[in-house]
């Protein structure tokens, strides 16, 4: 890719790919705590109360802003819950909590009209305010479809006019699982669709001259996520818009899961400057939302300082300037789109690597136990004495490095060892080890490998003369550090210029990550554990989703080889690059939910977690249930108290069943379907 090129992609959809630059957005009101422009990226999260439970929602509330929360927000799925608001906003008030309040409005708008009078700000789903989703496809004519954003239009306007009399802020939140009929059949289930259905609604809010506007694009989907936010921030340059955005991945789960998958979608878009405001959605307490939000957005804060000295007087407002890029369209002149997945092509180097194989996971055992044979059960082989022998486990890694260290048992047929090179020199028996270059010794040497031969180097290596005098051949795999502050970009870099150079090396890409003990401003259950997922999960699933890297390699001195090891399969997993266990698409609980999220979500985990490769959805309620089955293969979903709606795909097969056979229904279900399989007995 050349300049012109790489100029062209971050004029698109953010303001640099090299260096971090905070995309300035509309400044918005939202009580006393305003969003966008200079002001800091704000943390918010959601209350799990019923609404109807003052002092329930209060309690929470308190515990959610003492935990770091800007932002409160509470559902409301009826006028009844919206009344309530004024009671909670009262006594909010009254115990000293100035936090502005945020209404969670889906389907019911005169629910919406009674809340803007009330909170600070009101949040509404485009695919379900005025539309509709019975998953029916239409052929709309161009006239019939104006028709239907006329329709909109009279039921959308009212609640606009509120807002602009009692100067209330609104989040149009587009949910992937949630786009209307009208949308679908129109745009299809993709990040375009997303994106028209804020548009819309968005067009006719500046119709209205109202501005105070914040917008989202969540999915369960990273990639999909990703792809939604930066199509939407193109779109609104062509048409002269800056609205603040609202991160989130919605559905993220739990626990590592929910860490892990959020950081690859809210931490790619932070690292390329976009995001006004954090919100991390796991199937946790909400107060446990707030300092995962916190890490991950605390990154920036000095490269934010950084790049408004550098930049403050070349940041022209996007409010006097139009740029009209073609939306989605465009000729890159052969670089990697940011809207769409396209896996880098690469050779496959020893049948192992690169090509279309999965991306390969290396873990650094050079300082371990290496006379023991059960220093390998972290890395997914576990050692069975009696038998001499090892199991693999699901998550298996496929590279150790041992540095300059030699074991003194024999380790499984299928892993694979690294050495550094002077080492490999000197093994008698070389089957399964490899050497590991700088790049003088690769090219100063005749002595390689004939089956694998792995460089390591930093992007600037690139522009080197040593890099120019490389022997390329298909046993050469590149493992790529950096030390940048701004690491993900720097390494992005790299990938840019072998793509102008056309080069078609596999590239291993290492991260290295040294924490300090209590350090942070912050309280996290796991620490340092915690930062890694965060950390990686953002570093190493940023390149990830746009198709960079045939393997990870992460570098944690001090993190137990079993955390790394599971942190490395996260991220392959949560950025679809390589499945290794069940996913869980599983919402933060709310209002709205009708039964336990984080119970049910462990009781369906602990029956099904060996399924590799399944999705199942997990949904308190309807909101977002059927829709978010469109990116899972079986969905569980609140119907009523007590009551389990049980979906194939996006298909209900079992309606309205007892909670207490709903997990036993459903795995009948998964037994029909042949996709169920025994979990092995240890």
Request: hydrophobic residues 35%; proline residues 4%; glycine residues 8%.
């Amino acid at each position: 890719m050349n300049a012109a090129s790489i100029k062209l992609l971050q004029g698109r959809y953010c303001n640099s790919l090299t260096e971090y630059s905070r995309f300035i957005t509309r400044e918005v009101a939202i009580g006393d705590v305003p969003m966008g422009g200079n002001n800091p990226i704000r943390i918010q999260s959601m209350t799990t109360t019923d609404t109807m439970d003052t002092i329930g929602t209060v309690e929470q509330s308190i515990r959610m802003v003492d935990a770091g929360c800007e932002y409160v927000r509470i559902t409301a799925p009826s006028i009844k819950e919206a009344h309530n608001l004024a009671e909670i906003k009262k006594q909010l008030r009254q115990r000293g909590y100035t936090v502005p309040l945020v209404a969670d409005i889906h389907f019911t708008p005169n629910a919406a009209e009674v809340a803007a009078r009330i909170v600070e700000k009101v949040r509404v789903n485009p695919g379900n305010y005025a539309d509709k989703k019975k998953f029916d496809q239409i052929d709309y004519t161009d006239l019939q479809y104006q028709g239907e954003l006329d329709r909109i239009y009279q039921k959308f306007a009212p609640l606009v006019k509120i807002c602009k009399e009692y100067g209330t802020a609104m989040r149009i939140g587009t949910n992937h699982g949630s786009l209307s009929d009208r949308i679908m059949s129109r745009y299809g289930d993709t990040p375009q669709g997303m994106v028209e259905s804020a548009m819309e609604f968005m067009r006719m809010c500046e119709t209205l001259n109202y501005y105070n506007l914040v917008i989202s694009m969540k999915s369960s989907n990273p990639q999909v996520m990703v792809q939604a936010y930066r199509l939407l921030v193109e779109t609104m340059v062509a048409e002269g818009m800056n609205y603040p955005l609202h991160l989130g991945v919605t559905e993220a789960g739990d626990g590592e899961d929910g860490r892990i998958k959020s950081a690859v979608g809210i931490g790619t878009l932070l690292e390329d400057g976009l995001g006004d405001t954090v919100r991390v959605s796991l199937t946790e307490e909400p107060e446990a939302e707030a300092p995962v939000a916190i890490a991950l957005v605390n990154r920036y804060v000095a490269r934010s300082q950084e790049s408004r000295v550098k930049n403050q007087e070349e940041v022209i407002s996007i409010e006097n300037q139009k740029v009209s890029p073609p939306i989605g369209g465009g000729d890159l002149e052969g670089a990697h789109s940011p809207f769409e997945y396209q896996k880098r092509h690469t050779y496959e180097a020893n049948a192992f690597i690169g090509g279309h194989m999965v991306p390969r996971v290396v873990i650094d055992l050079s300082t371990a136990n290496l006379k023991d044979p059960a220093v390998l059960n972290d890395a997914g082989y576990l050692y069975a004495p009696l038998l001499d022998k090892y199991n693999m486990a699901e998550q298996s890694v496929d590279f150790v490095y041992l540095a300059d260290q030699l074991p003194s048992f024999n380790l499984p047929g299928n892993l694979k060892q690294l050495y550094n090179y002077a080492t490999w020199q000197k093994l008698a028996n070389k089957t399964n080890c490899h050497p590991v270059f700088t790049l003088s010794e690769y090219v100063g040497t005749v002595d390689r490998s004939s089956a694998l031969n792995l460089v390591t180097l930093k992007p600037a290596d690139i522009d080197s003369e040593a890099f120019g005098l490389l022997p390329l051949d298909k046993s050469l795999v590149f493992i790529l550090e950096t030390d940048a502050t701004h690491g993900m970009a720097d390494q992005r870099t790299f990938f840019f210029k072998m793509e102008e150079m056309e080069l078609d090396v596999p590239v291993i890409i290492k991260r290295s990550y040294l924490f300090e003990e209590d350090h942070r401003p912050w309280t996290m259950d796991h620490g340092q554990t915690e930062e890694l997922q965060l950390y990686a999960g953002t570093d190493l699933g940023a390149l990830l989703v746009d198709g960079f890297g045939d393997g990870i390699w992460i570098d944690a001195p001090g993190i137990e080889t079993k955390v790394i090891t599971s942190t490395a399969f996260g991220i392959l997993q949560a950025t679809r690059s390589r499945i290794s266990k069940t996913e869980y698409i599983s919402c933060p609980s709310c209002g709205r939910t009708l039964f336990d999220l984080m119970e049910t979500t462990q009781f369906i985990r602990s029956r099904t977690s060996h399924l590799k490769g399944l999705k199942i959805g997990i949904m308190g309620c309807i909101v977002n249930g059927p829709g978010e089955m469109a990116d899972a293969d079986y969905g569980y979903v609140g119907s009523g108290p007590g009551k389990v709606t049980l979906y194939r795909g996006k298909e209900a097969v079992k309606k309205n069943i007892n909670s207490t056979n709903a997990l036993d229904e459903l795995i009948g279900i998964i037994r029909e379907d042949g996709n169920w399989i025994e979990p092995s007995v240890n």
